[in-house]
């Protein structure tokens, strides 16, 4: 079976967002995005002031101090509403000059469900 979520190899690795997805907002260190599937959430991924946090539905899932760097990769439980457990994410990132976000991945459930590449 193949991932629905997953990036086209037949298209250039330059600009673009894969996935079924909506950027509410986006900036330098910062990200909302809006979930239908796999889950039906919303995430904030926000580097500012040397804290990384990562939110599901205004729900802290993993956070760092980073005085010195920036972590490139994130891993947490994403809680599911009325249900006890959660569900396993990873969020990748790669960046560019000046701490410009290259590429910002998010995987759930062992999906890729969100790929945009700057």
């Known amino acids: ?8 190899t037949l298209l250039p690795p330059e ?9 509410i907002r986006g900036g330098f260190l910062y990200r909302i995005l809006e979930f239908e599937s796999p889950l039906s959430t919303r995430m904030v991924y926000s580097g500012w002031w040397f804290r990384q946090k990562i ?20 891993e947490f439980e994403i809680p599911r509403r009325g249900v006890a457990g959660g569900v396993p994410g990873k969020v990748e990132i790669e ?8 590429r ?15």
Do not use: K
């Open 1 to 8: 079976m193949t991932n629905p979520f997953a990036v086209s």
């Open 104 to 118: 910002f991945r998010v995987w759930i459930d062992e999906q890729l469900a969100y790929d945009e590449i700057n």
């Open 55 to 74: 939110e599901f539905d205004g729900q802290v899932v993993w956070w760092r101090i980073s005085w010195l760097t920036i972590l490139r990769r994130a």
């Open 95 to 102: 960046f560019g000059r000046g701490l410009m976000i290259r």
């Open 15 to 23: 600009r673009g967002v894969f996935g079924g997805v909506q950027r």
